[in-house]
């Protein structure tokens, strides 16, 4: 090969991951920042101070609502993109998180239930929500309550349970339009749970739909789902983070779990990929930690699943390192979710 030629594949490689890296964000997710509330979902001042250290560092941190229009739209993104997202509207945010996001000047979100803003102890007040939102935080939509949003009443008809639940988003947005003057019509999940009728209908509405399975997002995602990485509790130690932080989403498609919810274990898990950055033969699949056993024809994957018999969130994460980037992994998240045989779902 000439000098002419290398010049020229070394241009057309390095535009290509730039074209790659733009069409890629990360969602990051907490909950508390406090060293007093639930560790599960906590992560300390300290801690918290030190993640955003890092971004600073290393990565560009945008507004989500940048983010999502920018994927939509198939503007570019700058590489490495993250989203600093917060789930509950607890007070501890205003006290602990806000003045560390201030500091380094990073945009965020917090998704919260209206009714429960300045009537709980522990949330926000509408008063310290309008000083956030005059300081660039953005405010969206986590229902009524902070309820299993899957949860039928009793002798509730499946119908009735969805239009239910349509009403209870649509009155909490409409409060937050009250409130601050604007719906950006992003909705959070609570608990990260959804169904196929419930994600569809929202979307038919026009809102964007937040959950909490792992994984990167991109202009294919889909956004009546997108994934989040949880950054609290297990999740908040900065050297598995950080990897996640950099994530790519993984072009996968055809996937055959269609529907999150579960009533008994599905024995398999197939889905195609495109293979363009990443090798099908490279992808890892886990399940509770243990690495699944696939099968591989061409561009299409065969998982097959470890029996899940208690009721509760349980999710397969799928990695595969980039070819162009050795440093940075694609990610795929199948969430499923399974009630009590009474039909209740577990906090």
């Known amino acids: 090969m000439d000098i002419k030629s290398i010049v020229l594949s070394i241009t057309f490689t ?16 907490y909950h508390h920042v406090s060293n007093s509330t639930p560790p599960v979902t906590s992560v300390s001042p300290d ?25 939509q739209n198939n503007r570019p993104l700058p590489d490495k993109a993250v989203v600093i997202t917060f789930d509950d509207g607890y007070k ?38 309008q000083e956030m939102a005059s300081q660039g935080v953005s405010f969206a939509n986590h229902g009524n309550q902070h309820t299993h949003m899957l949860t039928r009443e009793k002798n509730e008809t499946e119908q009735a349970w969805l239009q239910r639940s349509i009403e209870d988003v649509q009155q909490a947005e409409q409060q937050l339009l009250a409130k601050l003057g604007y ?30 399975h792992s994984g990167a997002i991109s202009s294919f995602s889909d956004f009546s789902a997108l994934p989040r990485f949880p950054a609290a509790g297990i999740y908040s130690n900065l050297k598995t983070l950080k990897i996640k932080m950099s994530a790519l989403a993984m072009p996968v498609s055809e996937v055959s779990q269609q529907d999150p919810v579960i009533t008994s274990s599905p024995q398999k898990l197939a889905f195609n990929v495109k293979d363009e950055d ?37 999710r397969i994460n799928c990695t595969a390192v980039s070819k162009q980037d050795s440093s940075r992994y694609y990610w795929f998240s199948q969430p499923f979710l399974m009630a009590t045989p009474q039909g209740q779902w577990l906090d």
């Open 14 to 29: 390095l535009f290509s991951i730039q074209l790659w890296a733009q069409d890629n964000a990360v969602i990051l997710v």
């Open 47 to 71: 801690t918290f101070k030190e993640h955003m250290r890092y971004l600073d560092q290393h990565h560009k941190v945008l507004p989500l609502q940048q983010v999502i229009e920018s994927l």
């Open 92 to 129: 501890n945010i205003y006290e602990n998180a806000h003045p560390i996001l201030r500091e380094f000047g990073f945009p965020y979100t917090i998704f919260v239930n209206p009714p429960l803003i300045g009537k709980a102890h522990y949330q926000l007040d509408w008063k310290q929500v």
């Open 183 to 212: 719906s950006l019509k992003y909705f959070a999940y609570p608990y990260g749970e959804f169904n196929n009728k419930l994600k569809n209908s929202l979307a038919d509405l026009g809102y964007i739909g937040f959950a909490q």
């Open 278 to 314: 990443l090798r099908p033969s490279q992808i890892n699949c886990f399940q509770n930690n243990e690495v699944l056993p696939k099968e591989i024809n061409q561009e299409h994957i065969t998982l097959s699943i470890k029996t899940i018999d208690k009721a509760g969130r349980h």
